[in-house]
């Protein structure tokens, strides 16, 4: 059995991480779930199957009476790194019907719900346009509503990024009516007419360029119990959890976390984290009684 990864196509090679997602996730894999899950015949089912076992001869073993192979006692990923948050994703993504069940790698989906999310009218048109505008570094025309004018107003913008806040797809692009780099709601952009080639470049946008990082800390009027849970939420750790995000972005990633106003305004409790360094992004921070102070001068 060749085991050079190198030399793997990427449809085997997909194949061989469903195989270890299985293992890990569910604990058994056999060949009708890759009959299922590609669409591929039970010669080569069972060729993926056995190259797997040349890559990892101690991750699975097969059951005789349950006819399947299940997970080895020394089990050691090979061509994926367990990540809760792709698993998680994966049913969210079916949740909400972005994902059908059938394409889903979770064979045995939890019992599971989320929070609704309000659906963002997006055209897959005005997508299509921006998105190959960013490729191709053209300027759109577009009508947009905006909520400081009472009536759309059509503007020529020249897109460079995709970008998402936590609840709304922008793109961020460089409005030449206004002469700067702002964000544009894809679900504000009513009609695009025109598209010409542009001489704006992403590097100008030096917000969307540079980084800045928050540090976060659990609200210092919690208890030292209350505190350890806060931490272990947020994967802290010494006590703290450093978060990089675009300029750019700052704004929504601070309204996402629930720093963009006093933190006083709230219970500890429900506030839970407070901004460490809040004086490089005028935030103020709380005190061990939960009254507003400054931060620390830069």
């Known amino acids: 059995m060749d085991s050079d990864r190198s030399e793997l196509r990427w449809g085997v090679e ?3 991480e469903f195989i270890e997602f299985r293992l890990f996730w569910e604990g058994h894999v056999n060949r009708s779930d890759l009959m299922d899950q590609f669409g591929v015949s039970v010669n080569q089912a069972s060729t993926d199957l056995n190259r797997y076992i040349g890559f990892a001869p101690e991750n699975m073993v097969y059951d005789k009476s349950a006819r399947t192979y299940v997970r080895g006692s020394e089990f050691r990923p090979q061509f994926l790194e367990p990540d809760a948050s792709r698993y998680l994703t994966q049913l969210r993504s079916v949740a909400d019907g972005i994902l059908d069940r059938e394409d889903s790698w979770i064979a045995d989906l939890p019992t599971f719900a989320s929070a609704p999310t309000p659906v ?3 055209n897959p048109v005005t997508l299509r346009s921006v998105v190959g505008a ?3 570094s053209e300027e759109v025309e577009l009508k947009y509503q905006s909520l400081s004018s009472p009536e ?7 897109p460079h990024a995709i970008a998402f806040d936590g609840f709304r797809w922008h793109s961020r692009a460089f409005c030449l009516t206004d002469e700067c780099f702002k964000d544009f709601l894809l679900s504000r952009v009513l009609e695009i007419r025109a598209v010409r080639e542009s001489q704006v470049t992403a590097t100008n946008d ?4 540079a980084e800045v990082t928050l540090e976060i800390v659990p609200h210092p009027a919690l208890s030292e119990t209350q505190a350890k ?10 006590g703290k959890a450093k978060i990089k995000v675009r300029r750019a972005l700052l704004y929504y990633a601070l309204r996402r ?3 963009d106003t006093d933190p006083a305004a709230r219970r500890p409790q429900d506030q839970q984290i407070v901004l460490l360094n809040s004086s490089e992004f005028g935030v103020p921070i709380p005190s061990a009684s939960g009254s507003a102070i400054e931060g620390p001068s830069a």
């Open 14 to 16: 997909q194949r061989l």
């Open 120 to 122: 963002r009218g997006v």
């Open 134 to 136: 960013i490729r191709r």
């Open 152 to 158: 759309p107003r059509w503007r020529w913008i020249a």
């Open 206 to 209: 030096k917000d969307w360029n």
């Open 229 to 238: 849970v806060i931490a272990l939420d947020y994967g802290m750790r010494g």
């Open 257 to 259: 976390l629930g720093l």
